[in-house]
């Protein structure tokens, strides 16, 4: 996948909460033993690995 703004190449990840607030960051993993949800949809993060650039899709 290639950035719509600086035209590089894109990794995929995830969001996720950091510390106890609701910032997100971005990351390639996570495990959330216990945690489930009825109607949930994947949901991908591409960042790009120039400019930070993210982008977000449900799968």
Same mark, same amino acid.
């Given at each position: 996948? *290639?950035? &719509? +703004?600086c035209k590089r190449g894109m990794n995929e990840g995830i969001l996720k &909460? #950091? =510390?106890? =607030?609701?910032?997100?960051?971005? =990351?390639? #993993?996570?495990?959330?033993? =216990?945690?489930?949800?009825?109607? %949930? ?5 591409? #960042?790009?690995? *120039?400019? %930070? ?5 449900? +799968?």
């Amino acid at each position: 996948m *290639r950035c &719509p +703004k600086c035209k590089r190449g894109m990794n995929e990840g995830i969001l996720k &909460p #950091k =510390g106890s =607030g609701i910032t997100l960051e971005w =990351g390639t #993993k996570i495990s959330l033993l =216990g945690f489930s949800m009825k109607d %949930g949809q994947d949901v991908v993060t591409y #960042k790009c690995k *120039r400019c %930070g650039y993210l982008e977000t899709y449900a +799968k």
